[in-house]
């Protein structure tokens, strides 16, 4: 499949700003979609692309930091690049803390933005494609019963297969089995593939 | 003493000129020694004469009674010999006592011409004194509107000062957009194949950018630098906007919404704009600032322009905020009186002094709790001589 064209969100309530920024990202051939407001922003449709949010910090209304926590509470992770007129550094932090990539300062040389953009939407890229991974390990470790997930369990925490037949009161040979299914069902190449696989969930729910 | 000498020598010549006439003429000698008598009391004084008539009256005794040049008198001449003694004495105390009066006479005169002198001087002097003091007053004047043109730039100042980041975000944004625009029209034209269309459209916001940048900072100056008032025909209307205008980023970031509701087709006032727009910025900030505060209600600032029906046109600005309560009413326009932790106090008096001064009247109302309305008259510009 291939991914869906990259997109760049502006953000920012002075018309002429946005129009600027839209115009130098087009100009390297991403698609822009502008905002005068965090609100219009919150309610409109975004495809299901890899994209990048340029935001003001200071505008009316909701500021950037604000939309900022909306989006993150609200589940969705955008990489953000921040503008700003005069960024403090308690400021600055606190965007970074909560995962902005980037803190510019206004007026913004456009190289610079034009990197940001770059890194942010290869970035985005990264993460979708992680998190689609991710999704797919999910649902093929959701597709294991009840018995194979305990099977699946005890085979990552190192025990044999004897040893996971005497923990189950079962027989060898059924555990074999069920491991054959484990195997088969998470598309597992090898042990050691499955049990990154396993990590690779649990450190995903343990964030 | 040589008016004695005078006196001895008068006596002297009549003596002499009685000698001498004696022979031809007889006995002419009483009249030459009553002149002598006379002359010295009128010329000498009352001392001088007294002497005169001593030393005549010897004179007399010695050559005139008979026998002549010997002491002794005839009985039948003493009566005769007294007779022109006293009539020496009543000569001379006539004669001094006329002296004395003319004198006085004259000391008067000297004394009131003296004490007329003395008094056209006084005069004189608190002539001067009236003109210095008027000069002083003047001067002081000039001093005090000197003081008062550059306290109200002062203010203005310091109110721009209390906008500053205001200020700051307003020039800095849109030189972001020129340079944000700049940077999209070269990458537009270092393409491979250059996109004119996009790189004029780009070009043409920087420039537009730029423009707006410059008006900013043209408004600024203006209102920093201007300290002589001119007066012209002025739209409140345009002022209104231009000050909403500089202070929309201020309220914005306060959380205060700005509403402007002006009448069309206002008559011009005749009044120095920046003045004008410095009592507008004032009573906005203040607005703003009174608003803080506020968690409960909508924080709302509504300016209104209208004309009123008495030759006027009517401003008024209306916050939504704390109000001000009925002892601070009257105070409200005192120079330094503050409810404010920052703030000079300054900015209602001399907004008011502003608005007196264009022959308008500023003052608030409140009901102490929700809010505060300035209003301000201005007399409009064709009716001004009305």
Avoid at chain 2, 60 to 66: A, E, K, R
Avoid at chain 2, 143 to 150: I, K, N, S
Avoid at chain 2, 153 to 167: D, F, K, P, Q
Avoid at chain 2, 315 to 341: A, H, I, K, Y
Wanted: aromatic content about 6%.
């Amino acid at each position: 499949m291939k991914e869906a064209e990259a997109i760049v969100f502006v953000i920012d309530d002075d018309r002429a700003i946005r129009d600027g920024i839209a115009s130098l990202i087009r100009s390297i051939g991403l698609r822009v979609e502008t905002f005068g407001s965090a609100r219009h922003f919150m309610s409109a449709e975004r495809p299901d692309a890899p994209a990048c949010l340029i935001l003001d910090v200071r505008m009316p209304g909701i500021g950037g930091l604000e939309l900022q926590r909306q989006l993150s509470g609200a589940g969705i992770h955008i990489p953000i690049i921040f503008i700003t007129g005069h960024g403090d550094i308690p400021m600055t932090v606190q965007a970074m803390k909560e995962g902005a990539l980037e803190f510019l300062t206004k007026p913004v040389r456009g190289q610079d933005l034009l990197e940001a953009v770059q890194k942010a939407i290869e970035r985005d890229r990264t993460l979708r494609k992680e998190r689609a991974e991710l999704a797919a390990i999910r649902a093929r470790f959701d597709s294991l019963t009840p018995r194979e997930t305990e099977v699946l369990h005890l085979v990552v925490a190192g025990l044999l297969n004897k040893q996971i037949a005497d923990e189950l009161g079962t027989s060898e040979l059924t555990v074999k089995t069920h491991r054959a299914h484990v195997m088969e069902k998470t598309e597992a190449e090898s042990l050691a593939h499955l049990v990154r696989m396993s990590e690779r969930l649990k450190n995903s729910l343990r964030k | 003493m040589s008016r004695y000498a005078i006196a001895i020598a008068f006596t002297s010549v009549a003596l002499m000129l009685s000698i001498a006439l004696q022979e031809p003429f007889g006995n002419p000698f009483w009249f030459f020694f009553a002149i002598a008598v006379i002359a010295s009391t009128w010329i000498c004084g009352r001392g001088p004469g007294w002497l005169a008539v001593g030393f005549s009256s010897i004179a007399v005794l010695y050559f005139f009674i008979p026998p002549y040049r010997a002491w002794n008198v005839k009985p039948r001449d003493i009566p005769f010999f007294f007779t022109f003694v006293l009539c020496q004495v009543v000569a001379n105390w006539l004669i001094s006592w006329r002296r004395k009066t003319e004198e006085a006479l004259r000391r008067g005169r000297d004394e009131l011409e003296i004490r007329v002198a003395e008094r056209t001087l006084e005069l004189k002097n608190a002539n001067d004194a009236l003109v210095n003091q008027m000069a002083e007053q003047r001067r002081t004047e000039e001093a005090l509107q000197v003081t008062r043109t550059e306290l109200a730039r002062v203010s203005r100042i310091t109110t721009v000062g209390e906008l500053t980041a205001s200020i700051a975000h307003e020039v800095n944004q849109p030189l972001a957009a020129v340079v944000a625009n700049a940077d999209a029209c070269v990458a537009w034209l270092s393409r491979d194949v250059p996109d004119l269309v996009e790189a004029r459209a780009a070009a043409e916001r920087a420039t537009h950018g730029a423009t707006r940048a410059s008006e900013v900072i043209v408004r600024i100056r203006s209102l920093i630098n201007k300290s002589t008032p001119e007066k012209a025909q002025v739209q409140i209307n345009r002022i209104i906007e231009e000050t909403a205008a500089l202070t929309s980023r201020q309220a914005a970031t306060n959380g205060v919404a700005l509403s402007l509701e002006l009448a069309p087709d206002l008559p011009t006032v005749l009044g120095d704009s920046i003045q004008l727009q410095q009592v507008i910025l004032n009573l906005m900030m203040n607005g703003i600032e009174a608003m803080s505060g506020v968690a409960d209600r909508p924080r709302r600032l509504t300016i209104r322009s209208g004309a009123q029906e008495s030759q006027q046109v009517l401003v008024s600005v209306q916050d939504s905020g704390v109000g001000v309560s009925v002892e601070n009413m009257p105070r409200l326009f005192e120079p330094f009186f503050t409810t404010r932790t920052k703030g000079m106090g300054m900015g209602l008096p001399i907004s008011r002094s502003i608005i007196e001064a264009h022959g308008g009247r500023l003052w608030a109302e409140s009901d102490g709790t929700h809010g505060t309305t300035f209003q301000f008259t201005l007399p409009r510009a064709d009716g001004a001589a009305g």
